[in-house]
């Protein structure tokens, strides 16, 4: 055990809860964690702000975009670098957070990434997780 890593409140593996911010009293789906362990791309998934990508990327050990920055307010990455790299096939899923997935005020590079993966690829559901596979445009 590291320092601050003992007792009853220690969490360790798939599916267990991140610490910090919205996301750590919810558990990753274990589903999810295998999904985004075996994606096969530069970035297993993405979605919007750090704190979510943290929790997805350290339940499964996969690289997760976390777009906005911290709280998804920041315009990186823009909606046409977003765009490139899904047509390069380097990203697998998004996972779209709690409200939708959008950025704070529902403005910026997170609501128009958002809004461009809804209009354009499917969801599916893995476990407990619907989200969006990148792979999988509509029509």
């Known amino acids: 055990d590291g320092p601050g890593r003992s007792g009853p409140d220690r969490r360790e593996g798939p599916g267990a809860a991140a610490p910090g911010g919205p996301d750590d009293a919810a558990t ?3 589903e999810l964690v295998a999904a985004l362990r075996r994606a096969g791309t530069t970035w297993a998934a993405a979605t919007v702000g750090a704190q979510r990508s943290a929790s997805l990327a350290l339940a499964s050990g996969a690289s997760v975009m976390g777009i906005g920055g911290f709280t998804g307010a920041d315009p990186a990455p823009t909606l046409e670098q977003f765009q490139a790299w899904v047509a390069a096939g380097e990203i697998r899923y998004f996972v779209p957070g709690p409200e939708g997935g959008r950025g704070p005020g529902g403005s910026g590079s997170a609501t128009a ?3 461009w993966v809804e ?4 969801t ?3 476990g407990g ?3 969006y ?3 999988l445009p509509n029509g």
């Open 28 to 30: 990753v789906d274990p």
């Open 113 to 115: 990434i958002t809004t």
């Open 119 to 122: 209009q354009g690829f499917t």
């Open 124 to 126: 599916v559901r893995i």
């Open 129 to 131: 997780a619907t989200v």
């Open 133 to 135: 596979d990148l792979n």
